[in-house]
């Protein structure tokens, strides 16, 4: 017999309204990550078998991370699975990144970006987040496996691009688009997935979950507005990311490498070399586009997903070879 479900689940479907997402969520916020406290969240790896959510059985241990762990659940609603992220911070103030990305999450669906389920407390009374689970890898490891070629590598960038064109409209701004957030679906570059949303700004509404004059994103990924702080960081942020992420994608080398302080130098003053002179076949519309997604000035950068998305099918379905 299965023990008897614990937990406090704060939604019970993704399909709820998405205002009485977001204030649910936020109230949960309040209680349990208020920026000036200093209390100890509750930290317990789940055992297998453990109910949380009065509908999600933990199977195993699936991954840790700085955050706290992924854990790989049988969905007792659907007979399905689902990765449970449960936040092990020792600190509650700590705890903000993490709520911030369940109510980003609940606001979101598309093909594109992983699909939230529900967001509650664990048995221990630690904040958690449901959501599909991905057979797979992300493409950090893929590049540290094998390479692309251009086609897929194309392909890749048009589905981060698809869920942007989401997240945008509706006022989040994800600012962490880099290869570890991005799942390739059963290895598949045309089922990339956007993942972990949690540094994203909420722009919609007045709550805000960000310190300001705080730097979010990660060196190498991050635009020149974010690395110098700017308190208006928009979704163009989120294209010189995802120019990162193609040129390393078809150039085998991340466009801008080294120590972290030396690369935020990088960000903010030098141009990486064309994508051409590193890889043969590559033609000068493929330079173009990325110059463009990597422009330090963000005016100079595409303005809205659309424009990027009829970029990348300017380049066709054909081979990319120069004429």
């Not at 195993?60 to 992220?85: F, N, P, Q, S």
């Not at 150039?251 to 890889?279: Q, W």
Request: glycine share 10%.
């Amino acid at each position: 017999m299965p023990p008897e479900p614990r937990g406090k689940p704060v939604l019970t479907e993704s399909a709820c309204d998405p205002a009485d997402s977001i204030d649910s969520f936020l109230r949960e916020a309040a209680a349990i990550s208020d920026p000036g406290a200093d209390e100890s969240l509750p930290s317990a790896r789940l055992p297998a078998g453990e109910i949380v959510g009065e509908r999600f059985r933990i199977e195993r241990l699936a991954g840790t991370g700085g955050m706290g762990a992924v854990y790989r659940a049988e969905d007792l609603a659907t007979g399905g699975h689902a990765a449970i992220k449960v936040m092990e911070v020792p600190s509650a103030s700590s705890g903000q990144r993490f709520l911030r990305e369940g109510v980003v999450l609940a606001e979101l669906s598309h093909p594109c970006i992983v699909r939230y389920i529900v967001h509650g407390l664990t048995p221990q009374g630690a904040p958690f987040l449901a959501m599909d689970w991905l057979e797979g890898e992300d493409l950090c490891q893929r590049l540290s496996r094998s390479g692309l070629d251009a086609s897929e590598s194309l392909a890749i960038a048009r589905r981060v691009c698809e869920g942007l064109a989401v997240a945008h409209a509706r006022g989040v701004v994800h600012r962490d688009i880099k290869p570890s957030n991005l799942f390739l679906v059963r290895g598949a570059p045309t089922e990339t997935k956007i993942i972990d949303f949690g540094v994203a700004r909420l722009e919609a509404g007045s709550t805000t979950l960000t310190r300001p004059g705080t730097a979010l994103g990660t060196a190498g990924y991050m635009a020149p507005e974010q690395a110098m702080e700017a308190a208006d960081v928009d979704g163009r942020a989120d294209f010189f990311a995802l120019g990162c992420v193609l040129y390393e994608c078809l150039t085998g080398r991340p466009a801008f490498g080294g120590r972290p302080a030396a690369v935020l130098v990088k960000v903010l003053r030098e141009n990486p070399r064309k994508p051409s002179e590193l890889r043969a076949g590559l033609g000068d519309a493929v330079d173009a586009l990325v110059a463009r997604l990597l422009a330090k000035d963000r005016e100079a950068r595409p303005r809205d997903a659309a424009e990027v998305l009829r970029a990348l099918d300017a380049l066709g379905p054909g081979p990319l070879d120069a004429a």
